[in-house]
């Protein structure tokens, strides 16, 4: 998050603590490689245009959490009529840049377990690491036994057997990471 947009923040609802090493934010929450910050008050009130009014308008819900990524709002809408969805849609893109990472039609919610999509438990790879994890896969490298080696995927990359092998290492560490993650918000209290 830019420097700007976090004094926007604290200027126009204040900032309770930060992630972040700005100063006169003497408050922090620690985070891998993300910046989190929890606002002194709701920005609901504070901010005209917001999504709710459109959600509100079109008969749509806000489904949590609320996420920011990369300087943009992430949310999950959910509506029992299709066209409430779609009208949403329509209204929203004239005020905001948007785009639809996945739509489904769900036939219910179970109330203990929170709604997820594959999309949301899918790490953010880079593009060489994604290209290692699909061709290792490909390629039968987790097969048992395995019908390749990082030698050979690496030479069909054109890099060297250990750069194939970090990228690799990365995006399982990221893949194992959220699923770990999964895990342990779906086992509740020990």
């Known amino acids: 998050?830019?420097?700007?947009?976090?004094?926007?923040?604290?200027?126009?609802?204040?900032?309770?603590?930060?992630?972040?090493?700005?100063?006169?934010?003497?408050?922090?929450?620690?985070?891998?490689?993300?910046?989190?910050?929890?606002?002194?008050?709701?920005?609901?009130?504070h901010t005209e245009n917001n999504i709710e009014?459109?959600?509100?308008?079109?008969?749509?819900?806000?489904?949590?959490?609320?996420?920011?990524?990369?300087?943009?709002?992430?949310?999950?809408?959910?509506?029992?009529?299709?066209?409430?969805?779609?009208?949403?849609y329509q209204d929203i893109q004239e005020s905001f840049r948007v785009e639809v990472h996945s739509k489904r039609k769900i036939d219910a919610i179970s109330q203990d377990q929170p709604m997820l999509s594959?999309?949301?438990?899918v790490p953010d790879l880079s593009e060489r690491q994604q290209e290692a994890i699909l061709m290792a896969w490909q390629?039968?490298?987790y097969e048992i036994p395995r019908e390749t080696t990082t030698e050979e995927?690496?030479?069909r990359?054109?890099?060297?057997?250990r750069t194939f092998e970090e990228h690799l290492r990365l995006a399982e560490n990221k893949f194992i990471g959220a699923l770990v993650n999964r895990l342990l918000n779906t086992r509740g209290p020990n």
């Open 157 to 161: 990359m054109d890099i060297d057997r």
């Open 153 to 155: 995927l690496a030479g």
């Open 118 to 121: 594959v999309e949301s438990l």
């Open 53 to 88: 009014s459109y959600l509100a308008e079109h008969d749509c819900l806000l489904l949590p959490p609320l996420r920011y990524e990369r300087g943009g709002k992430v949310v999950r809408v959910i509506t029992l009529d299709p066209e409430n969805l779609t009208r949403f």
């Open 1 to 45: 998050m830019t420097d700007e947009v976090q004094n926007e923040i604290a200027e126009t609802v204040g900032i309770e603590h930060s992630s972040s090493s700005q100063p006169g934010i003497e408050e922090t929450v620690e985070g891998d490689s993300e910046q989190v910050i929890i606002t002194s008050q709701c920005l609901r009130p």
């Open 139 to 141: 390629a039968g490298y």
